[in-house]
């Protein structure tokens, strides 16, 4: 196997980017030590097998375990590479928080040597590449770094955002191109040297805030195109026309392509990064400001509906179906669903039944005695108000007879 020098790999934060790249650049044969502040993660990694859900994965950490490719543990040591990729939440204000990134990369600096290569994936606000060069400066005032504008630092410095989807990030990790940005045109290279590694797809050079705003373009494009989606829908609700319909008929159109409606928009990433954008330049990023704006009250327009339906019957009883982020995964964080979910029961619409095939037991903040955690086919048959927030594979299935006495709230349009 071709290593092209990289005989050690670090990565910091092993979570649902830095555990998969970990284990695909192990399986490549490069020795991998995974860095985690968890201690619950490195014991549970360092046995094979894995604290988070995503497909394939388990195979794959737990054969580089067992070949002694990667090993996990809670603090920094010597490497040629250090991949950082930790969360970057926002805080109040939708400022973006960077302590995860400042954190790790000053425990980084102190194991630095000349020669190394620091990487930074974790999506960020333009300029935290060069903010990361000069954290490592400040403790490490024996090497030179790539901001300071020395012809040849001893530290290379580079930005390549990670882009994979969950639920195919395995997949993702090695087909998708990659846009990396260095802070000189030799730190991208030599990251490029490590991505070719183990992607078959083409890796991109750029600067690193081209390759930071590349990142979060990506995620606001998303974000853009499913509010104008959203938007539609409450005005079409408004004119009594069916959405659903309206968007197949103007995607015959051979250059419009609508994306689909929904109950908000969830997940880590695209309901996140465009406020990075609106940070950085609030006063232009009009646009993207309000796509957030938009995306986020959808949830409310739904409990609106429910609240209305709910309102006409004696007894309401509620099934929500769906409380994941999107279709068939288990991931509840930042979930639209689970936040309609929590008002529908603080509010006592009625007596409510959740469905959620892919977990095994409702989080805490969702029990309460009105509240009863079912099978589909059970929600189906007990409920008289139907609700779906989840475009899981299941719910598609769901045949038109069983539904014909109920009245449905089709937030993600899955029977339409
Ligand atoms: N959604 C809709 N309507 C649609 C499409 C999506 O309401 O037509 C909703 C989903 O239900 C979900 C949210 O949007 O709540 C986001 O889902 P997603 O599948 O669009 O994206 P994520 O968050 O799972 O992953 C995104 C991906 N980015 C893009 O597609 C541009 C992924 O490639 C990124 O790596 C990831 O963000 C990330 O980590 O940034």
């Not at 051979?254 to 409606?261: A, D, F, H, S, W």
């Not at 029961?345 to 005695?369: F, R, S, T, W």
Request: aromatic content about 6%.
């Amino acid at each position: 196997m071709h290593k092209k020098g990289f005989n050690k790999v670090s990565v910091i934060g092993l979570g649902y980017i830095g555990l998969p790249t970990a284990a695909v650049i192990a399986s490549r044969g490069i020795e991998v030590i995974g860095v985690d502040v968890s201690q619950h993660a490195v014991d549970i990694i360092n046995q094979g097998k894995i604290h988070i859900v995503e497909p394939d994965l388990d195979m794959l950490v737990q054969s580089a375990v067992t070949t002694g490719k990667l090993r996990a543990t809670t603090e920094p040591e010597a490497a040629d590479v250090f991949l950082i990729a930790v969360p970057t939440p926002f805080s109040d204000g939708y400022k973006p928080d960077l302590s995860y990134i400042e954190a790790a990369v000053k425990k980084v600096a102190v194991v630095l040597k000349k020669g190394d290569l620091v990487i930074l994936e974790s999506t960020s606000p333009v300029g935290t590449t060069e903010k990361i060069s000069s954290w490592m400066s400040e403790i490490r005032a024996d090497l030179s770094f790539p901001h300071q504008q020395s012809e040849q630092p001893d530290v290379q410095v580079a930005h390549c955002p990670e882009r994979v989807l969950p639920g195919y990030v395995i997949q993702e990790l090695v087909s998708n191109d990659r846009v990396i940005g260095g802070l000189t045109p030799y730190c991208a290279e030599k990251a490029k040297a490590l991505y070719q590694v183990f992607v078959k797809a083409e890796c991109i050079i750029t600067d690193a805030r081209t390759a930071e705003m590349a990142k979060l373009t990506e995620n606001s494009f998303r974000d853009v195109n499913i509010a104008f989606a959203n938007e539609l829908s409450i005005i079409c609700d408004k004119l009594n026309i069916n959405v659903w319909e309206l968007i197949q008929l103007a995607n015959r159109h051979p250059r419009v392509n609508i994306l689909n409606p929904g109950a908000g928009v969830g997940g880590h990433c695209i309901a996140v990064d465009p406020w990075f954008i609106v940070d950085s330049t609030p006063d232009e990023a009009r646009l993207i400001r309000t796509a957030r704006e938009v995306n986020d009250s959808k949830p409310e327009f739904v409990i609106n509906k429910i609240r209305k339906v709910a309102e006409a019957f004696k007894q309401p009883r509620i099934a929500l179906l769906g409380l994941a982020f999107k279709a068939d995964i288990d991931d509840l964080r930042e979930s639209p669903a689970v936040g309609i979910a929590e008002k529908v029961i603080q509010e006592n619409l009625g007596e409510v039944l959740i469905v959620e095939p892919h977990i095994k037991e409702l989080p805490n903040k969702l029990q309460a005695d009105h509240v009863k955690f079912v099978s589909l086919s059970d929600s189906l048959e007990q409920a008289n108000i139907i609700v779906t927030l989840t475009d899981h594979s299941v719910f598609k299935q769901v045949k038109q007879s069983v539904l014909q006495e109920k009245v449905i709230i089709d937030a993600r349009g899955i029977w339409e």
